[in-house]
């Protein structure tokens, strides 16, 4: 620019002076995020040539010194955290330019459930409920081998029943807006049924009468509860007398 000053008609000669005037420096945060708990994430872009940058706050960055930097997005609560980042760049000027930018990370869970002892055959029914690391808008999928329902998208399932002795794994997956948690199995027993089974070594004789009873119950039978019925006379033709002497036994 320049400067001329005219007094009486007298015109001076024109003062030049040369202004700089320098750009502000441009500055890109990134694009905004929303990831999954150990996600890292890139900010910024590439560094300007002359340019300093610095990034607040500094927690979670790899160096919140450079134009472009790491962020370890870690959320071990529940549902979803935001950060908020800002860069500002400063020019060898001293001209100074900001942006921002926000990561959302999302909380992964880990569902379990409670072990189950084994179940005899019939009217087996068991009862699923998650635990663990959960929380408000984790989603479900439960498989439950040769059981019925097999499966089921709901918390918890319901009752779910076995037809048939084995071993069955029952597994469950557990999701929270796209971040899925690990998965985890047990296993579900089902026992046969006890039965219970025995033989006379004499089925008549003269009283007093002992009689040996052998038990031929299923090898399963761990406890027995013996019982004698109501005892019989019965009287032959020929006018003997005989003790007829009924035994119930029960097993489990």
């Not at 320098?22 to 872009?45: E, K, R």
């Not at 060898?92 to 909380?107: E, F, I, L, M, R």
């Not at 019982?227 to 036994?249: C, K």
Request: aromatic share 10%.
């Amino acid at each position: 620019m320049s400067l001329v000053v005219t007094q009486l008609g007298c015109v001076s000669p024109a003062n030049t002076q040369t202004i700089f005037i320098a750009p502000l420096p441009v500055v890109n945060a990134g694009a905004d995020a929303s990831v999954c708990s150990g996600t890292n994430v890139t900010l910024g872009v590439s560094p300007s040539a002359n340019t300093t940058y610095v990034w607040t706050p500094a927690s979670g960055l790899d160096d919140p010194t450079v134009g472009q930097t790491l962020m370890h997005a870690i959320n071990n609560d529940q549902g979803t955290t935001t950060d908020t980042y800002i860069l500002t760049a400063t020019t060898n000027y001293g001209c100074v330019n900001k942006d921002t930018v926000s990561v959302q990370t999302k909380a992964i869970p880990a569902a379990i459930f409670a072990h189950h002892d084994p179940a005899c055959l019939d009217d087996n029914a068991f009862m699923f409920v998650p635990n663990g690391h959960v929380f408000p808008g984790v989603t479900y999928s439960w498989n439950f081998q040769g059981g019925t329902p097999s499966s089921s998208q709901s918390a918890v399932p319901g009752i779910v029943q076995y037809s048939a002795i084995g071993k069955y794994v029952v597994t469950l997956n557990s999701s929270y807006e796209g971040c899925p948690g690990p998965a985890y199995t047990d296993t579900i027993q089902i026992n046969p049924m006890p039965r219970a089974n025995f033989l006379p070594a004499v089925f008549e004789g003269c009283e007093p009468l002992t009689v040996p009873l052998a038990n031929l119950s299923t090898l399963n039978s761990a406890n027995f509860h013996w019982s004698l019925a109501t005892v019989h006379w019965i009287q032959r033709p020929f006018r003997h007398t005989y003790l007829l002497m009924q035994v119930n036994i029960q097993s489990s």
